[in-house]
């Protein structure tokens, strides 16, 4: 076996330790306030044996990666931490299939939040604090990924960021050291969040367990009608802060711990994902006004909420936002695609995507007009080049392409139409809830045929990899040398 890849297999047998010892906190919570199980505590044990027999069948001295074998521990490690997170899950309480178990491990680690769990109430303390878990960590894991490897290897326009990580790289010797303070702000980031949770009403429990959903833009909730349960303005508005602060580059408070206190205004992607926040919530604020027939202060407060939730791929839900009518399931199907920065716990297609794309339009109606103008399109204060628009044009096509192809697949599985399209949306999105009475915000994924469910499997972990990390393993041409 090749040196490099012996690191992807020591890298996986690193993670697998990592999550064997997150194991012992469900295992923890299980024997003080769930079903007494030693469940989680055999899974961890089982994880950090495999882990540790990775680790040391696969010494190297060479540790360095090259972009194939980068492209094989990004996709190999997510499924890998997928599976063995899925174990405790299918041997709980809740006798879950293979599939059912999977299914509900990658949407958390991938920070979906849909879920085949329909009386969320009932379920083991430790469950619940487990799916947590793999949403915080899935959040982390996104963050890192985005910052070390997808600028690294071009992931559509991703490479735009690679500058960005190289001025960190004169304060901080490595893309280690910037991963390493990226985590500690967001662990500071879930601690506060879980305090502001619990001096405004909630139980020890659900602060923390919803802090570590929060920042993750995860969306599990230890309910089943989600933040709604609390029906609290005040937990509400934490929510969305804490939100936002999750779904913007977390370079950007690097910058502002360097001493940049106008990093955040400064940021075109933050400024852009603000503004379309806050015009999608008029929008819908005043269509629910003159449609829905609530009072003004309430439509704001329910639009506010369930608008951010969902543009950012979060997926908590205060209302059944499917009930406010027909322009509502098609708003809401729209902001799924969005997402919020690059660099952030957020899926999506991104902002900065949805900005390039503006200026490449205003460029080609330019060109109409003044055939021999010449109109570069800068970006954050350079100029983007071709192969950069290439990789953003490509990204986004293919996004659509593979939402309608995966439509179409679940379409074959009887489901109704609005059950199809908003599946497909909100799995590759990782947004969590679907539109409809299935599953709608009110709903759960556990009814859905099984063929159906590896299906949004699959999706899931294409949208949180941002699709070429996984796609390019299929390619016949990666695996000749």
């Known amino acids: 076996m090749k040196d490099g890849t012996k690191t992807v297999f020591l890298v996986i047998g690193a993670l697998l330790i990592i999550l064997g010892l997150f194991m012992l906190i469900p295992y923890l919570v299980e024997i003080t306030l769930g079903d007494k199980s030693h469940n989680f505590l055999f899974w961890s044990i089982f994880s950090i044996f495999i882990g540790y027999l990775l680790l040391i069948t696969n010494q190297t001295e060479e540790k360095n990666l090259n972009i194939k074998q980068a492209f094989m521990m990004t996709s190999f490690s997510w499924i890998a931490i997928t599976l063995f997170a899925s174990f405790p899950l299918m041997f709980s309480s809740l006798n879950l299939s293979f599939t059912d178990a999977f299914f509900e491990s990658m949407s958390g680690i991938t920070t979906t939040g849909s879920t085949i769990l329909d009386n969320i109430e009932m379920t083991s303390k430790g469950v619940l604090i487990w799916r947590a878990i793999l949403q915080w960590l899935g959040g982390i894991g996104i963050v890192v990924m985005a910052i070390t490897v997808l600028p690294l290897l071009n992931i559509g326009g991703m490479s735009l960021f690679k500058s960005e990580g190289a001025e960190f790289e004169k304060i901080l010797p490595s893309s280690k050291e910037i991963a390493i303070v990226c985590t500690k702000i967001y662990f500071i980031l879930t601690a506060i969040c879980a ?95 003159f449609f829905v027939k609530a009072s003004l202060p309430h439509n704001i407060r329910e639009s506010a909420f369930n608008v951010v939730s969902i543009i950012s791929g979060t997926g908590f839900t205060t209302q059944d936002f499917g009930t406010w009518g027909n322009f509502s399931l098609f708003f809401f199907l729209i ?32 060109q109409i007009i003044y055939p021999n103008g010449v109109f570069p399109i800068k970006y954050r204060g350079e100029i983007v080049g071709d192969a950069f628009l290439t990789s953003v044009l490509t990204f986004v096509f293919l996004y659509i392409f593979i939402f309608f192809l995966l439509t179409g697949l679940l379409s074959l599985s009887n489901l109704d139409f609005t059950t199809a399209i908003s599946a497909a949306a909100t799995s590759l999105s990782n947004v969590g809830p679907g539109l409809g009475e299935i599953i709608g915000p009110n709903g759960s994924f556990k009814y859905l045929p099984d063929l159906t469910k590896w299906y949004l499997s699959i999706a899931m972990l294409l949208g949180r990899l941002e699709f070429f990390t996984v796609l390019v393993l299929f390619l016949p041409s990666f695996w000749r040398n």
Request: glycine share 8%.
């Open 195 to 289: 305090l502001c949770f619990y001096f405004f009403g909630m139980e020890v429990f659900d602060a923390i367990a919803h802090s570590l959903t929060t920042i993750s833009t995860g969306g599990f909730s230890t309910y089943s009608r989600s933040i709604g349960q609390f029906d609290s303005v005040a937990i509400e508005i934490v929510t969305i802060i804490f939100i936002i602060c999750g779904s913007i580059p977390f370079l950007t408070y690097l910058k502002f711990l360097k001493g940049e206190k106008a990093a955040f205004f400064n940021d075109t992607q933050i400024r852009g994902f603000i503004y379309f926040v806050l015009l999608s919530v008029v929008i819908v604020s005043i269509y629910c006004y």
């Open 335 to 366: 902001l799924m695609f969005v997402g919020g920065c690059a660099a952030s716990t957020t899926c999506g297609i991104k902002i900065f995507r949805f900005q390039v794309l503006n200026l490449f339009i205003k460029k080609q109606i330019k």
